[in-house]
């Protein structure tokens, strides 16, 4: 399973890139206007250009297909290996449609239920971003839905990868990486909490005591 960031702040986009371990980058309308971006196309070509070989997904804001194409016909331009997503809706499915048959590659988010990944792939999504956090807050198992559409999407053969999105916790990280998703994006202090374990570090700890105590002998 790969893991993305979900962020649009660029002093953590740049220090996960650091890690090795991230192969992508996720934003959303809320994500930018939380960091006060202004020129949202400079911003992105730099994510771009700190992940320059993974996807890095910018979210469509128009409500009929034909106001997200012209911005997904955009943000297509701006880099290479920008995803344009498109928020599940009936007139988001028809612009993944065009986006599809122009070889112009998407993330479908906001998907809360198998049906609405069938549509998305039938469309021809690239992507499919399934809410984990948010279906838990409404009391449904989200990590049970991604399971489900992940075997949807195994059993008929569909070409679109799950993406485990509204991850809360490390925990649902590996819960994630259990049902199969192919990729899981992640907050940055959660990426850093996947790197913590007490017995790791008391054991780093102990180790470095005892070197200390045979080196003084």
């Given at each position: 399973?790969?893991?993305?960031?979900?962020?649009?702040?660029l002093t953590e986009i740049e220090?996960?890139?650091?890690?090795?371990?991230?192969?992508?980058?996720?934003?959303?309308?809320?994500?930018?206007?939380?960091?006060?971006?202004?020129?949202?196309?400079?911003?992105?070509?730099?994510?771009?250009?700190?992940?320059?070989?993974?996807?890095?997904?910018?979210?469509?804001?128009?409500?009929?297909?034909?106001?997200?194409?012209?911005?997904?016909?955009?943000?297509?331009?701006?880099?290479?290996?920008?995803?344009?997503?498109?928020?599940?809706?009936?007139?988001?499915?028809?612009?993944?449609?065009?986006?599809?048959?122009?070889?112009?590659?998407?993330?479908?988010?906001?998907?809360?239920?198998?049906?609405?990944?069938?549509?998305?792939?039938?469309?021809?999504?690239?992507?499919?971003?399934?809410?984990?956090?948010?279906?838990?807050?409404?009391?449904?198992?989200?990590?049970?839905?991604?399971?489900?559409?992940?075997?949807?999407?195994?059993?008929?053969?569909?070409?679109?990868?799950?993406?485990?999105?509204?991850?809360?916790?490390?925990?649902?990280?590996?819960?994630?990486?259990?049902?199969?998703?192919?990729?899981?994006?992640?907050?940055?202090?959660?990426?850093?909490?996947?790197?913590?374990?007490?017995?790791?570090?008391?054991?780093?700890?102990?180790?470095?005591?005892?070197?200390?105590?045979?080196?003084?002998?």
């Open positions: 399973m790969e893991l993305y960031i979900d962020s649009a702040d220090e996960a890139s650091k890690l090795g371990v991230i192969s992508g980058v996720t934003t959303n309308p809320s994500l930018l206007a939380k960091k006060g971006h202004g020129n949202v196309q400079s911003v992105i070509q730099k994510i771009c250009s700190l992940i320059p070989e993974g996807p890095v997904s910018m979210e469509c804001l128009g409500t009929t297909a034909e106001e997200m194409i012209e911005e997904g016909k955009q943000f297509a331009t701006w880099a290479p290996n920008v995803y344009v997503k498109v928020p599940f809706c009936i007139e988001g499915i028809k612009a993944v449609k065009w986006f599809s048959a122009n070889a112009i590659k998407t993330n479908v988010t906001l998907v809360f239920s198998v049906n609405q990944a069938l549509l998305a792939a039938n469309a021809g999504a690239t992507f499919i971003s399934a809410f984990v956090g948010r279906l838990d807050d409404i009391g449904q198992d989200g990590i049970a839905v991604v399971k489900d559409i992940v075997d949807f999407i195994d059993c008929h053969g569909f070409s679109s990868q799950v993406l485990a999105a509204s991850i809360r916790h490390p925990l649902h990280v590996a819960q994630a990486a259990a049902v199969s998703a192919h990729i899981a994006t992640v907050p940055y202090k959660i990426i850093q909490q996947l790197y913590h374990h007490p017995l790791t570090v008391s054991g780093i700890q102990q180790f470095n005591s005892d070197w200390q105590t045979f080196t003084k002998q």
